[in-house]
DNA sequence: GATTGAATCTTGACGACGTCAAGATTGCCG
DNA sequence: CGGCAATCTTGACGTCGTCAAGATTCAATC
């Protein structure tokens, strides 16, 4: 995948293999080898560097060396390939879950905090991807069920969490209800962190401090269950 | 100003001025009067109906039936108007959670329920003006303080409601961590609510359940506060 | 009340973007 | 070895945001 440009702007830089025919191309190949994963690597790049408001597919294309309609061939539009890289990233929020999870032992309770920790880590440690996620477009036409669905094991986790707490013989609606609060804290939490303007008030705290209170809230919160 | 397309829409009714000059200009006058303002109602209109990544300031002008350079005069570029619709937005977020409290009577936990329950509300009746408040660009060089004390009133409000129930003599961290529970609390289930995509496990109940099971949640939460 | 300067709006242009169509290049399978 | 499909490039089109220059209107001054 060439080192996504970066260092020397013009991006390409994969001079990885030399230049087998002439100057005329610096370009290595043409055909690229695993094109889709490096444009999935350089739009991840482009979204945490310019935000999703600044990112270019053309951009993109640039930065993983291939000319601006390359992409096309890979992804149906810009659309589907932010899709991709939202999907990327409910996988890896998943993968944060499950890291703390399985370091907490088995006091539900303790799994559930921890599941609520890796939620918040993931979203301080990318950013760019948890507000894809979470504020993209909505992927409307896409093959594939993955867009839809990727969400769904990520709330698996929290809800399971959340049975494992209650146990048996709670309604519906008092379950719901739970889950709801427990998504919604640690929701809200990881996006008061990464967004600037919302996290005014824990300015004067340093980041020790801020991770003792992110936890704290949402350990009270599993301790305030039934 | 010529009805701007979409006839019911857009409101400003300005159709006060019958166009005085001849059927060369369906628009009834070179100045309009108070662009600014039409501008900002059209932006509104077209942020609900295109979302955040299809908004477009050309698109906006033509509802306001205006030329496409005619808002340069009034907002600095595209992120300035944004910027105004998200300082726009965070006043109506503050009368809404005032609004609920004023309603709610004089008793602490009831009063910062009815803040959540305001500021839930607000997302669920203006998500797109919500999404833009969290989640647009930053504005950066934008004039004035007001796009970045803007999110300030209305986590005031909420500090205030918990500092209420929580008396004094507590712990700096513990009122940090508390407000932050309460923030992330509410902004999480607000942002669950309008996001299909995280609403999934809400999908099987009815409306009036899911006002039921947000009120549990955000009651549940004032009464866990010590 | 006319004149003049400033504010407001329009027209036209430019570069960047996403997307489509057509051509060039390459890998692969027969 | 030949041809086909996949891959990538080039070029084009329409739309977008923004700038510059001109047209029009308002308002303040004489």
Redesign the interface.
């Known amino acids: 995948m060439a080192e996504n440009g970066r260092d020397g702007a013009a991006g390409d830089g994969g001079a990885e293999r030399a230049g087998r025919r002439s100057a005329r191309r610096p370009r290595a190949a043409y055909h690229h080898g695993d094109l889709r994963a490096a444009l999935l690597a350089a739009g991840e790049a482009e979204l945490a560097e310019s935000?999703?408001?600044?990112f270019s597919l053309r951009a993109t294309a640039r930065r993983a060396g291939v000319s601006h309609a390359a992409p096309a061939h890979h992804f149906a539009n810009a659309d589907a390939l932010l899709a991709a890289l939202a999907v990327l990233g409910f996988e890896r929020l998943v993968s944060a879950m499950e890291a703390e999870m399985a370091a907490a032992g088995a006091e539900p309770r303790a799994r559930l905090a921890a599941a609520g920790r890796g939620y918040v880590a993931f979203a301080r440690s990318s950013p760019h991807l948890f507000?894809l996620m979470?504020?993209?477009?909505?992927p409307q036409n896409l093959p594939g069920d993955a867009p839809?669905e990727a969400?769904?094991r990520a709330?698996a986790i929290l809800?399971g969490a959340v049975l494992a707490v209650q146990g048996a013989g709670v309604p519906e609606?008092?379950i719901?209800?739970?889950?709801?609060?427990a998504?919604?804290?640690?929701?809200?939490?990881?996006?008061?962190l990464i967004?600037?303007?919302?996290a005014?008030?824990?300015r004067p705290?340093g980041e020790a401090?801020r991770e003792?209170?992110?936890a704290?809230?949402i350990e009270?919160?599993a301790a305030?269950l039934p």
Chains 1, 2 share one sequence.
């Open positions: 935000g999703l408001s600044g507000r979470f504020f993209g477009k909505r839809r969400p769904g709330f809800r609606t008092e719901a209800r739970d889950i709801a609060a998504w919604g804290l640690v929701h809200g939490l990881a996006h008061l967004e600037e303007a919302a005014g008030f824990l705290f401090e003792a209170i992110v704290g809230a009270r919160f305030s």
